[in-house]
Structures are given as C-alpha cells and as structure tokens.
C-alpha cells in the first residue's frame, strides 16, 4: 500500500551584543492551539568521519486545532545556560564591546543546540522552515506530500501503543517508521507526515538519525511563530549556506569583525565540552575536522 503525505562540541552559536544589551525582538504571532503535545528524543550522528560521536536532544512536537503542527528543540536547558551567560557578558558590557560567543555542544544542524523550526500545515498546504545561522535568521517553505509510505505488515509495541511498520525514502535517506493508528493523526517528527497514525518512531536504515517518542501529553498550549526580520531562501542555499560554514565558520567571525563598529573590540570565546577553554586556532582545526553529517542529502 503506498500512502501520499500532507559543528559537533564547539559547531558555533553566535550572539551578537553591543553594550550587553540584545536587540528588541517583536511579539510573537499565535497560529494555532496545541491539543497534542509529543516529546521526540533525537539521536544523531553529528560527524560522519567519527562513528561513536552521536548527539542527543529532545524535540517536541506540537500539533494544533487547525492541523498545523510544529516542531523544534526543547530549549529549556539551552536557554537556562544562555540567559546566565547574557548576564555575564553584560555585566562586563562597556558599549563598545562586540562578543561573539561560540558555546560548546550548543549548535549546527547536528547536534544539542538545532535552531530550525519547522511549521507543518502552515500556511496551509505547505511547509515553513525557520532557521538561524550566526547574526542571521533565514526563512523558505516548501510544498507538504512529499512521502511515498509503504505500509507493511510488521508490528511492534512503542509506549504501550500497537505501532505498524512503514518505509520510505526520502532525500538522500531510506527510513522506517513505526505509526499508531490508535491516535490517528498523521504526523511525526521532523518533516515525516502521512500516515494513517502518528508516528511514534523513525530511523534512517544507516542509524543517523533516530527519532523516538518519549511522552505525549494534552496540554492546551499557544503555537507560536516568532515575528523576524527573516531572510527569505530556499532549502538547498540554505543547506549550502550551512555547508560553507561548516567547512570554513572562522571566515563567518571574520566578517562579524569586518561589520563591528568602528574601535568596537570583538572576542570570540570557546568552550569543550568539559569546560576547558579553546583559543581561535584549536577552535578552527577542531570545526574543520568534523564530517558533514545533514540530515537532508540532496543539495
């Protein structure tokens, strides 16, 4: 049956301040009402030329009255540790001073720290994609029916649900999917939709990418779309975008500093994932020696 659907530890996260304050940021736009809220954790192989290297994050996914849905990283940790640093650098803040901050294991479209945020069914009949790369937020939608499922017979049990079996391939990637027709919606993490069922899980058949549902709630809950100025792309330059960076993200802070004030004094500070510090030129050969590993392979 074929069905049609509706850098690793130091990969940098930019934050750009002039006198420690942040730039005003509108209100978001409401677009819809969560009935369902579901938790995802996401396991990912966040360089390709290292195996044992795997990230994991929990995303959530929020589907709506009007059947839009969204989904993005769970940020509580990550906005937690943020907000303490924002206070650090602006206590030292002398307005002139431009920061740059690369944190790590908080960024790139691999790891903790995924800055995308994708709108299903929004507006309707298409996908919007939100994304944040450095100084800039960027923006494209796509049309939504891009799966081809093959359901088949095989079964399993996820969270005490009947799951049946459904595969696909899909830009660059053969998946398998497990759905639930006992909550019969047809959505899933990420972009996966289209199934007589929501999708409880879903793996590329390389293990990359695995996405696992780890709770369901029925929270009424405000879907939210945060008004920017976005840069209006497509997903392949923005996928090229994200590459370029990938394989050279000091040019990237180069042209922070090119773009700062005049006298303005711009620092970039690095962090392991122990907390040792990192100067530029390890934080340059570390990022530069890490494989690309996007979950979309066709740009």
């Known amino acids: 049956m074929i069905m049609s659907c509706a ?13 420690g304050n942040m730039a005003a940021q509108r209100a978001p736009k409401v677009i819809d009402t969560a009935i369902l809220q579901v938790v995802y954790k996401r396991h990912s192989l966040i360089d390709s030329l290292s ?10 996914l929020q ?22 640093n924002m206070r650090r650098m602006s206590s030292g803040g002398t307005g002139t001073t431009v920061q740059v901050q690369s944190m790590g294991g908080m960024g790139g479209p691999n790891g903790f720290g995924d800055q995308s945020i994708i709108f299903k069914n929004y507006p309707v009949g298409s996908v919007t994609v939100t994304d944040r790369l450095m100084m800039d937020s960027y923006v494209y939608t796509e049309p939504t029916n891009q799966f081809q499922w093959q359901i088949l017979p095989e079964v399993d049990t996820i969270l005490f649900y009947s799951c049946q079996k459904a595969i696909a391939t899909f830009r660059g990637r053969d998946y398998e999917a497990w759905f639930t027709p006992d909550i019969p919606v047809n959505e899933g993490p990420w972009k996966f939709c289209g ?12 293990g990359h990418y695995i996405f696992e549902c780890i709770s369901l709630e029925q929270v009424p809950t405000a879907m939210e779309y945060a008004d920017l100025d976005y840069l209006k792309t497509n997903r392949r330059d923005l996928s090229r975008v994200k590459r370029k960076f990938h394989e050279d993200p000091m040019a990237a802070i180069e042209s922070i500093r090119a ?15 122990d907390g040792s510090a990192v100067d530029e030129s390890e934080m340059r050969n570390r990022l530069r020696n890490h494989g690309y590993n996007p979950i979309e392979l066709d740009f």
Do not use: C, H, W
């Open 51 to 60: 195996p044992d290297r795997v990230a994991q994050e929990n995303m959530i």
């Open 7 to 19: 850098f690793s530890s130091i990969y940098a996260q930019m934050t750009y301040m002039r006198g």
């Open 259 to 273: 773009s700062a004030p005049s006298g303005a004094n711009v620092r970039v500070m690095a962090r392991s994932s």
């Open 195 to 206: 199934l007589p069922g929501l999708i409880l899980k879903v793996s590329d058949t390389r």
């Open 63 to 84: 589907i709506g009255k009007s059947r839009t849905s969204k989904f993005f990283t769970d940020t509580r940790v990550r906005d937690s540790i943020m907000q303490t």
